[in-house]
């Protein structure tokens, strides 16, 4: 069993800047992919930015490009979530995710889920 642990969530006025962790309990292979998804209570998850552990090649949603950056720390079995220009819109509980295959914006691919991390920007 893989566990996932986000932190660095927290309170941020628009325009600022938060950097998320996701600690992952055993190294991924390089086949493998993490995920970053968001929900809003009463909406779907939606799909944020996901990574392959190998390559690392990356994919964005339109609404975080240009603003968030995702990366991993091979060596610490950790992804990061760099969120820049925060906007009120981006509040939302913030999960990492791990599938074992490649890059995929669908939520059901992904075996492992943590926790939770909340996101809220204040206007």
């Known amino acids: 069993q893989v566990q996932l642990v986000e932190s660095g969530g927290g309170l941020v006025q628009a325009g600022g800047s938060l950097r998320l962790s996701c600690a992952i309990s055993?190294?991924?292979?390089?086949?493998?992919?993490a995920a970053w998804f968001r929900q809003v209570p009463g909406k779907e998850r939606e799909f944020v930015s996901a990574?392959?552990?190998?390559?690392?090649?990356?994919d964005y949603s339109d609404f975080v490009k240009g603003r968030f950056t995702m990366s991993r720390d091979s060596a610490q079995s950790t992804v990061y979530l760099q969120m820049n220009g925060l906007k009120s819109e981006d509040t939302a509980i913030y999960y990492c995710?791990?599938?074992?295959?490649?890059?995929?914006?669908?939520?059901?691919?992904?075996?492992?889920w943590g926790q939770g991390t909340q996101v809220t920007v204040s206007s």
């Open positions: 055993r190294r991924p292979a390089p086949s493998m992919s």
């Open positions: 990574i392959n552990w190998g390559t690392p090649s990356t």
């Open positions: 995710a791990l599938n074992m295959l490649g890059i995929t914006r669908t939520s059901s691919a992904y075996a492992f």
